[in-house]
């Protein structure tokens, strides 16, 4: 069964910058979709950003701009680029893997911290 994990979360100001990284256990070669989410307390967990196979990306409005996901067959890796991080970002962020068809299959990260001090 795949298995993800996230890193690179952590505390840093307004303004500033982190990379998130996904580590999974299987190759993602064949992954229709990586994708990162986040959850912020008290609110519901929403899509971040989403990259297909074919590099077809999505991304939320509010990061629109400042945050760029990227993938990396050859080391079975999903990254985040966070820039421009405001206090809104707060959230644990996880990392998911789809697998799209008759029955898709989900895959998801433990998760890791980020938060944005004012």
């Known amino acids: 069964q795949m298995r993800l994990e996230e890193s690179g979360g952590g505390l840093v100001q307004a303004g500033g910058s982190l990379r998130l990284s996904c580590a999974t256990s299987?190759?993602?070669?064949?992954?229709?979709?990586m994708g990162w989410y986040r959850q912020a307390p008290g609110q519901q967990r929403e899509l971040v950003a989403s990259?297909?196979?074919?590099?077809?990306?999505d991304y939320a409005e509010s990061v629109k701009g400042r945050f760029t996901i990227s993938r990396d067959n050859e080391k079975n890796t999903a990254y985040l680029q966070m820039n421009s991080l405001k206090p809104e970002d707060t959230a644990v962020y996880y990392c998911?893997?789809?697998?799209?068809?008759?029955?898709?299959?989900?895959?998801w990260g433990q998760g890791t911290q980020v938060t944005v001090n004012s």
């Open positions: 299987e190759s993602i070669f064949d992954i229709d979709v």
């Open positions: 990259m297909t196979r074919r590099g077809i990306t």
């Open positions: 998911n893997a789809r697998e799209l068809g008759y029955y898709p299959m989900s895959y």
